[in-house]
């Protein structure tokens, strides 16, 4: 039985042909990540005498933070019982990255997952919502709760390391 070397050169081609083809993607993905528009945190905004300004932070969790959370705001349509709401905003969040947004008064609902946080933007007030991961276990998915922060706790996480990297916003 003879080894048939043009088909095994075959198959080594059609390997390097695909790995050369997930390289180009990760490189090109590592491009347009590096091109993606963050600055550091510097300080807090003053909001508007009319509006509400929101902050939603992801502060960065050792061995915890490997994956990027997708979030959406909504705001109802009158009270929150109403059960009538529509999308504002939707962001991806990565480890250490935050995003402000003004809002005008009203009862809104920030969900990540299967976690749902709703509150209320009153005219002036500075909100801080933080997504916070914890360990279930070992070799367990993480968990996740949506928490309000004061001002205290929101600085110390915003400044905590190289400062968390802002992304664009409203």
């Known amino acids: ?13 059609r390997f390097l042909e695909k790995l050369g083809a997930s390289l180009f993607t990760i490189w090109f993905a590592g491009l347009l990540a590096g091109c993606a528009t963050t600055s550091k945190f510097q300080s807090l905004e003053k909001t508007t005498e009319k509006q509400a300004l929101l902050y939603v932070l992801r502060p960065t969790r050792v061995a915890l933070s490997l994956w990027s959370f997708h979030v959406e705001l909504f705001r109802y349509e009158g009270s929150f019982t109403s059960d009538k709401k529509s999308p504002i905003d939707s962001w991806s969040l990565d480890s250490a990255d935050f995003i402000k947004i003004r809002l005008n008064p009203g009862f809104y609902s920030l969900r990540c997952k299967d976690m749902d946080k709703i509150f209320y933007a009153k005219e002036g007030e500075i909100i801080f919502l933080s997504l916070e991961l914890y360990n279930r276990g070992p070799f367990s998915i993480p968990g996740l709760f949506i928490k309000s922060l004061n001002v205290e706790e929101a600085l110390r996480n915003l400044l905590e390391g190289s400062r968390m990297n802002e992304i664009g916003g409203k």
């Open 1 to 13: 039985m003879g080894v048939n070397f043009i088909r095994m050169q075959l198959g080594a081609t």
